[in-house]
């Protein structure tokens, strides 16, 4: 199975400052079709997972675009730029380009 | 309004079997591979299986492929994942959500214990 590493496990930040989150895979996620099939979830507390980021970069529907992805073949970013109360829970990364589907161990984000 | 309703989680005792439902509404249904996921306590997420949209196809994950079934009934807009041999490791929370994954249930509890 496609294993993915996020980093960090904990981040703490303020509010409005802007925190980058890890997701690092053991094999490339780029398809045979030419779609990277990588995605980004932030789950709060109590509440299911939401889709923020799919195929990398594109941004989920009625996501803010403080919210942005990045990255290619093994190595993947999630940017928040400027944190708000509302993003704080934790972070998942989940590829959908091997079988099993994986996801990574998750980031919580915090308040400092 | 897209939802997502899960339904039959209990408490189980190991060997035991039990069957969760996702009732969908708000989409068309029929049109959608779903998915379900699982969330064990203080964990990460695991991903379960798929569905194609006729229900003629399913992919599983290999911890719980021969133990586990999903299947669907269109006519009712209805997801289900049968649960058989239950061990304490399938202790979780169980998602069904679409499978582009941008709706989710709001997960339904399920204990194996003795």
């Known amino acids: 199975d496609v294993v993915l590493t996020q980093t960090p496990s904990i981040l703490s930040a303020t509010i409005g400052q802007s925190v980058s989150i890890s997701c690092r895979s053991s094999q490339s996620l780029l398809d045979s079709d030419g779609n990277t099939y990588l995605y980004w979830f932030l789950q709060r507390p109590g509440q299911s997972p939401q889709r923020l980021i799919y195929l990398v970069s594109n941004l989920g529907s009625g996501v803010p675009n403080r919210f942005s992805g990045s990255g290619s073949g093994t190595d993947f970013t999630l940017k928040i730029s400027g944190v708000e109360a509302e993003d704080l829970g934790v972070y998942y990364c989940m590829q959908a380009t091997h079988a099993p589907r994986t996801f990574g161990g998750g980031t919580k984000l915090e308040l400092k | 309004e897209v939802q997502l309703v899960e339904s039959g989680g209990s408490l189980v005792q190991p060997g035991g079997s039990l069957k969760l439902s996702c009732v969908a509404s708000?989409?068309?249904?029929?049109?959608?591979?779903m998915d379900w996921v699982r969330q064990t306590p203080g964990k990460s997420l695991e991903w379960i299986g798929e569905i194609n949209t006729d229900g003629s196809k399913t992919n599983y994950a290999p911890s719980i492929k021969d133990r586990f079934t999903i299947s669907r009934d269109n006519a009712k807009s209805t997801l289900y994942l049968q649960m058989s041999n239950v061990k304490s490791d399938d202790t979780a929370i169980y998602y069904c959500t679409t499978t582009y994954f941008d709706y989710w249930g709001q997960g339904v509890m399920v204990t194996v214990s003795s």
């Open positions: 708000g989409f068309t249904f029929s049109n959608y591979w």
